[in-house]
């Protein structure tokens, strides 16, 4: 009898992620399939949800809205600086990615939108926040997760 996905178990997927233009953001294809650990917050809620109850051997197509991906564009993550921010950075340029510590110390990704003489407006929001996700999936495989598994919350 197949497992049904559900929480604590390690589903094994293909998947190819596409935005509405149809460009390909991320793919499996060509490589081992993505492991994770059902019910763990391992994967956006959106396809989390959407993979419950589903078997080893379903295909499916799974559209995510932002809200149940990487959120909404938060306009306040979106700041305009000053180029001295980027000290021992000879070249600034639109489409360049840092890592920078937040005020709450934690590290978060940004990118620089435009360089305008001295000013670098920089977003910290994900790079697919907004963006609507289309997943064409395929569940390969679906397995009860170790004690060790789920105690760490991920696929050993």
């Given at each position: 009898?197949?497992?049904?996905?559900?929480?604590?178990?390690?589903?094994?997927?293909?998947?190819?992620?596409?935005?509405?233009?149809?460009?390909?953001?991320?793919?499996?294809?060509?490589?081992?399939?993505?492991?994770?650990?059902?019910?763990?917050?391992?994967?956006?809620?959106?396809?989390?949800?959407?993979?419950?109850?589903?078997?080893?051997?379903?295909?499916?197509?799974?559209?995510?809205?932002?809200?149940?991906?990487?959120?909404?564009?938060?306009?306040?993550?979106?700041?305009?600086?000053?180029?001295?921010?980027?000290?021992?950075?000879?070249?600034?340029?639109?489409?360049?990615?840092?890592?920078?510590?937040a005020p709450?110390?934690?590290?978060?990704?940004?990118?620089?939108?435009?360089?305008?003489?001295?000013?670098?407006?920089?977003d910290a929001?994900?790079?697919?926040?907004?963006?609507?996700?289309?997943?064409?999936?395929?569940?390969?495989?679906?397995?009860?997760?170790?004690?060790?598994?789920?105690?760490?919350?991920?696929?050993?």
């Open positions: 009898m197949s497992l049904l996905i559900g929480d604590n178990l390690v589903v094994s997927m293909h998947y190819k992620l596409t935005d509405d233009e149809g460009n390909v953001l991320d793919s499996s294809e060509g490589s081992e399939p993505l492991n994770y650990l059902h019910g763990a917050g391992n994967i956006i809620p959106g396809l989390e949800k959407a993979l419950v109850g589903k078997v080893a051997g379903d295909t499916l197509q799974v559209r995510v809205e932002p809200a149940e991906g990487y959120g909404e564009v938060v306009p306040e993550l979106i700041q305009t600086v000053e180029r001295a921010a980027f000290q021992g950075v000879d070249t600034v340029e639109a489409g360049m990615a840092f890592e920078a510590q709450d110390g934690s590290i978060q990704r940004i990118v620089v939108k435009k360089v305008e003489g001295d000013e670098v407006t920089i929001n994900h790079p697919l926040a907004g963006v609507t996700l289309n997943f064409d999936i395929e569940i390969v495989n679906v397995k009860e997760a170790t004690k060790e598994e789920i105690a760490h919350g991920h696929v050993h």
